[in-house]
């Protein structure tokens, strides 16, 4: 597609449920990254993917959250028995690789009650 | 401390004014990103810089390799301008370390 796009937007939920956010990079573009945004703080590192190399996960804050890309392409980050401080904004990004510039979806809006 | 400092965390400007947001950084890097993010709104990349100035239209960004800095200009400021502007490096991989952000106002 011409941008990154993510699913849903927004996302409300109950304390405890699962929940999957969706990201769909720019085709072409081999490198796939999650990152998260909490009100009133700053952006973080969650999950990278670099083609078929094993991803950096370095960034997930427990393991209640992990991510897969399937065939290369579409990346789907699960979070289960989501807890309040889950809730933030989860940013997707693509690049064409090492040292290329990123492109950023607008984003899923996450609310956990 | 963080790895990516900005200054200022705030800064108002009257319209046409001529802005600079500066980011220090206390790590080799192998590129540093300048990035925009308007409220309720996604990100945008607006430089990548591994070593000296980058133009596009009212905007400039400078990297200093030696001292570990960088600064982004705008100028003739504009109301549009306003957003949070984000300096980011990237050192070894690829995933993006952030500074905490400038929160720019522009008034007309």
């Known amino acids: 597609g011409a941008g990154v796009s993510q699913s849903p937007s927004n996302k409300v939920t109950e304390k405890g449920k699962d929940v999957e956010l969706r990201c769909d990079p720019i085709s072409g573009h081999t490198a796939l990254y999650w990152y998260r945004q909490s009100l009133g703080q700053g952006l973080e590192f969650l999950i990278y993917?670099?083609?078929?190399?094993?991803?950096?996960k370095s960034g997930l804050p427990s393991d209640r959250f992990s991510a897969e890309r399937t065939g290369g392409s579409v990346s789907t980050l699960t979070i289960q028995r989501t807890q309040q401080e889950d809730s933030a904004v989860y940013l997707c990004a693509s690049s064409l690789g090492t040292l290329r510039g990123y492109t950023f979806g607008s984003g899923t809006r996450l609310t956990v009650v | 401390k963080n790895e990516v400092e900005q200054s200022p965390q705030n800064l108002t400007a009257q319209e046409g004014e001529f802005i600079t947001i500066n980011c220090s950084y206390s790590?080799?890097?192998?590129?540093l990103h300048w990035l925009q993010q308007h409220p309720g709104g996604g990100i945008v990349s607006l430089f990548m810089?591994?070593?000296g100035k980058k133009k596009h239209g009212r905007l400039i960004a400078t990297i200093n390799i030696q001292e570990k800095h960088s600064s982004l200009h705008i100028t003739a400021s504009h109301p549009r301008d306003s957003a949070v502007y984000i300096c980011a490096v990237t050192r070894g991989t690829d995933k993006l370390i952030f500074g905490t952000g400038t929160r720019l106002q522009v008034f007309p």
């Open positions: 810089l591994s070593s």
């Open positions: 790590v080799g890097i192998s590129a």
């Open positions: 993917f670099q083609g078929n190399s094993a991803p950096d």
